[in-house]
């Protein structure tokens, strides 16, 4: 198994975790929050909704601007 | 009984809430698709971002749509799974990133990069990383 392999195989692995994270947040009395629950109390104050909108800006700066 | 005859002014109310959603949408899908086929390392790609970053900024501190109420609490141990598997992806990132990005350790970037290169492949993504910003502007 090659190197480029075993990183792709991480980052899916990763991202599939994600998913089965929001996934297991949408079932009813499940104590994990969905990424909206997290994200949205993250943002309760002003300084915090500014760092997630500046997120937001970042990725879409890094994957349609460059 | 007929809601128009209880309320009058509510008769056009469902009617003019699909054309406002239908018109949003068009204007979603047209600046979308726009934007998905400018070239990268432009001034005009860079603007594309940058707008409605700065609408969406706009609203969220202006004029806020009706927010979605964010939870009083948190449950620690929840969010520390969250926590977690996103600091995992990070130093996955950071790690590829640190080496030089080559093929044969790809950053993230390097293997999304060629996958939204086909105009309407790019174009839904920048469709969805808006439909993303509003979803957090609701928030």
């Known amino acids: ?3 480029r392999i075993i990183t792709m195989t991480g980052f899916a692995g990763l991202l599939a975790v994600l998913a089965a994270l929001e996934v297991l947040g ?10 909206g629950q ?8 002003p300084a915090g909704r500014l760092l ?3 997120g937001w800006l970042w990725l879409g700066w890094h994957y349609f601007a460059r | 009984m007929a809601a128009e005859d209880l309320y009058p002014s509510a008769a056009g109310r469902p009617a003019r809430g699909i054309a406002r959603k239908a018109a ?3 204007v979603l899908a047209g600046y979308s698709w726009l934007a998905g086929g400018l070239a990268p390392f432009t001034t005009r790609s860079l603007l594309s971002v940058l707008l409605p970053g ?9 004029r806020p749509p009706e927010r979605i109420p964010a939870p009083a609490t948190m449950d620690v141990a929840g969010f520390s799974y969250w926590l977690i598997a996103v600091a995992a992806l990070f ?10 990005s080559h093929w044969w350790h790809p950053s993230l970037t390097e293997l999304i990069t060629p996958l939204i290169a086909p105009h309407p492949v790019r174009s839904a993504a920048i469709c969805v990383w808006l439909l993303g910003g509003w979803a957090l502007v609701r928030r």
């Open chain 1, 1 to 3: 198994m090659t190197t």
């Open chain 1, 26 to 35: 949408r079932r009813p009395g499940n104590r994990i929050p969905t990424a």
């Open chain 1, 38 to 45: 997290w994200l949205g109390y993250l943002m309760r104050r």
């Open chain 1, 52 to 54: 997630v909108l500046l």
């Open chain 2, 24 to 26: 949003a949408g068009a």
């Open chain 2, 54 to 62: 700065a609408v969406l900024g706009a609203i969220a501190y202006g």
């Open chain 2, 91 to 100: 130093e996955w990132e950071a790690s590829a990133f640190i080496s030089g």
